[in-house]
Nanobody
Framework: QVQLVESGGGLVQPGGSLRLSCAAS????????MGWYRQAAGKERGFVAR???????NYEDSVKGRFTISRDNAKNTVYLQMNSLEPEDTAVYYC?????????WGKGTQVTVSS
């Protein structure tokens, strides 16, 4: 079993920054594809960013140039640096990992961008 715990969410003003962290624990034998998804109120959960065990990263179009996903394999942790935040970024952000053909999700952390 794998557990994912997100942290770093909160309230920030438009144009501000937040750094989300996702710490993986449990039966971790590989740090492969990990990513971030978000779900705004009344909306479907959608992709934000992902990172592979190699150099590949991918971002949803609306966050390109503003968000950066990174990882620390020694700590089994993935990060999402969010800059130039907009009200439209308000959502619950979920960490996601695929290992051994199974998908794992964190419980989410709330990000609210408001003046």
């Amino acid at each position: 079993q794998v557990q994912l715990v997100e942290s770093g969410g909160g309230l920030v003003q438009p144009g501000g920054s937040l750094r989300l962290s996702c710490a993986a624990s449990g039966s971790i034998f590989s740090f492969t594809n990990m990513g971030w998804y978000r779900q705004a109120a009344g909306k479907e959960r959608g992709f934000v960013a992902r990172i592979s065990s190699g150099t590949f990263t991918n971002y949803e179009d609306s966050v390109k140039g503003r968000f950066t996903i990174s990882r620390d394999n020694a700590k089994n942790t993935v990060y999402l640096q969010m800059n130039s935040l907009e009200p439209e970024d308000t959502a619950v952000y979920y960490c996601h990992m695929v290992q051994g053909g199974r998908q794992y999700w964190g419980k989410g952390t709330q990000v609210t961008v408001s003046s």
